[in-house]
C-alpha cells in the first residue's frame, strides 16, 4: 500500500499542479506579459546605460593617462631648469672664487 502511494502521489501532487496552474485568468497571464515586455525594455536601458558608462570611464581613463604623461614631462622639463640653473650658478661661482684669487 505505501509502494503504491508513493507512486501515485507524484502524479496527484503533478495534476493538482497543472488544475491550479489553469486557473490563471487571461488577464493575469497578460498582465504577466506585460511585466516581461517592461523588465525586457528595462534591460535594453540598462544595457545602453552600462555601455555609456564603460565608454566614459575609458575616455576618463586616457584624460587620466594624458594628465600624468604631461605632469612627468612637466616634472621632467623642471628637473633640467633645475639642473641647468645649478649648472650656471655653479660656474657663477667658480668665476667669483677665480675673480678673487686674482
Given amino acids: 500500500m505505501k509502494k503504491a502511494y508513493?507512486?501515485?502521489?507524484p502524479a496527484v501532487l503533478l495534476a493538482s499542479t497543472f488544475a491550479v496552474g489553469a486557473c490563471a485568468s487571461s488577464s493575469e497571464v497578460d498582465?504577466?506579459?506585460a511585466s516581461v515586455n517592461t523588465l525586457q525594455r528595462d534591460v535594453v536601458g540598462?544595457?545602453?546605460d552600462?555601455?555609456?558608462?564603460r565608454a566614459e570611464?575609458?575616455?576618463a581613463a586616457q584624460e587620466a593617462r594624458s594628465a600624468a604623461a604631461a605632469a612627468q614631462q612637466a616634472a621632467a622639463e623642471a628637473k633640467a631648469a633645475a639642473n641647468a640653473a645649478t649648472a650656471a650658478s655653479?660656474?657663477?661661482d667658480r668665476m667669483f672664487q677665480k675673480s678673487l684669487r686674482k
Avoid at 6 to 9: I, S, T
Avoid at 50 to 53: D, L, V
Fill in 31 to 33: 498582465d504577466l506579459k
Fill in 57 to 59: 570611464s575609458a575616455k
Fill in 50 to 53: 552600462t555601455a555609456a558608462a
Fill in 46 to 48: 540598462l544595457k545602453s
Fill in 90 to 92: 655653479d660656474k657663477s
Fill in 6 to 9: 508513493r507512486k501515485v502521489l
